[in-house]
């Protein structure tokens, strides 16, 4: 089955620095991957996601790169806010199989002011 | 259009008893997803159904776990004999189709099994 790995497990930055989030899996299978956000005690949202047939997505201050052959996938925020605070989850499907997600373990990213 | 409603949100049982899990999908949403979140860790999936059927159940524990979609009502989650194991953040996520892997999650019900 699908393994996703996530790197770091937390990450600080300073108000208005870029924060990068990388994540591996192991399916080559899959073609899915989304990037979630958690605060806490809520639930995870839907923050922006990449398909496999392109390379990179930019939505805002968050972009998303994929590259397929190293099974490697990275998001990306620019000029962070403590608002970005919170826990990154990344996942991966196969979509056009039964789509179910398999996510990394999270990151927690503080961003000081 | 309301998003995925899940009740309880916090639910108490004590070792031995039923939990009921409810979720009612996105209008409109006819697949359901339940996962899993242990404290600090990501979301493990549990089990994937649509109306009626369950079609993949690979990450439900084999015993005291159950799940089921009816044509009327919400997907239920259901754990027997609770054990402090179970204690748990239970999520439930819902999408269109299955070639649109867009998942809205649910708020959870946070299960503490005393």
């Known amino acids: 089955g699908e393994n996703v790995e996530q790197h770091p497990s937390t990450l600080s930055v300073q108000e208005g620095d870029s924060a990068v989030i990388k994540c591996t899996y192991s399916?080559?299978?899959?073609?899915?991957f989304p990037w979630y956000k958690q605060e806490l005690g809520k639930r995870p949202q839907l923050i922006i996601d990449?398909?496999?047939?392109?390379g990179e997505k930019k939505d805002q201050r968050i972009a998303v790169t994929l590259n397929k052959t190293a099974k490697h996938f990275s998001l990306h925020i620019t000029e962070t806010q403590p608002e970005d605070s919170a826990v990154y989850f990344c996942?991966?499907?196969?979509?056009?199989?039964?789509?179910?997600?398999?996510f990394g373990k999270g990151i927690t990213l503080s961003v000081r002011p | 259009n309301a998003g995925v409603m899940q009740n309880p949100r916090h639910l108490v049982r004590r070792r031995g008893q039923e939990a009921r899990l409810r979720c009612s999908p996105m209008?409109?949403?006819?697949?359901v997803y339940w996962y899993r979140q242990l404290p600090e860790e990501g979301l493990k999936f549990m089990v994937y159904?649509?109306?009626?059927?369950?079609?993949?159940e690979s990450g439900m524990p084999k015993e005291r776990f159950s799940a089921e979609f009816p044509k009327e009502g919400p997907s239920i989650l259901r754990i027997q004999q609770v054990v402090r194991g179970d204690s748990a953040a239970y999520f439930c996520?819902?999408?269109?189709?299955?070639?649109?892997?867009?998942?809205?999650f649910g708020q959870g019900t946070r299960l503490t099994v005393v």
């Open positions: 996520a819902s999408s269109s189709r299955v070639s649109n892997t867009e998942a809205f």
């Open positions: 399916d080559s299978a899959s073609n899915y």
């Open positions: 990449i398909r496999s047939n392109v």
């Open positions: 996942a991966a499907s196969n979509a056009g199989a039964n789509s179910k997600l398999t």
């Open positions: 209008k409109g949403h006819s697949h």
């Open positions: 159904l649509q109306k009626e059927n369950i079609i993949d």
